[in-house]
């Protein structure tokens, strides 16, 4: 248990859970989502330039979509969060006794003594801004030194969507036959998922192999979807 709780990294990093969120959510997007069209473009029987360009502009379209996406719900959740802080400030100031017995119930709940928590009440009397970010941490959950970066979760959310499409559309760049090109993109998506599955498990402390594998299953069948459905809507079309 020792052993796996070294390896989990510390939450000051860069890094944080809602980066490293961001960044599995785009990449396994940009990943799963050009995968399933090419496959699904190829066996369609679409030329090589149409899949190239449509796949180039699926990839920046997913890019904007999925960064704008990402902006605004930051923001949303920002937002919602400091309106809960102007709220209780006012309810604070223009009702302290009943926001002094919540926060008596809640560190009773705690398990303090009626004596320690008399004693912490106190503190927050003479304290109001100790006892708004209390009453924001214990009773709503709400930190506002944790609030995260609209811009910079959508600049995150747009590289990392980048990241996953590109290497399952490299081989179709490259080579000039869709089904020849195939197998390759179907090669480095699978790469690309164990590799972020294997990241996402040295995040976490668990299992490398467990979590890759996990990972490239979700992919692969995201891929089965996509192949089949593309090839089912094409024949629907011609015929």
Known sequence: METEAKRIPSRRGWWTRERWRETVFGMNDGVIATTGLVAGLTFGDAGHPTIVVASMAAVWAAMVSMG??????????????????????WELTDHPDEELEEMRQIYQEYGFSTAEVETILGRLRRDPELWLKLMLRDELGVLPERWESALTNALIMAFAVLCGSLPPLIPYVLMSRPYTAFWPAIALAGVTSWALGAM????TGQSRFRVALKFVLLALLAVVLGSTMGGVIANWIVS
């Open 68 to 89: 704008i996406g990402s902006y605004l719900a930051t923001r949303a959740e920002v937002t919602w969060q400091q309106a809960l802080v102007a709220r209780e400030r």
């Open 200 to 203: 996402t498990a040295a995040m």
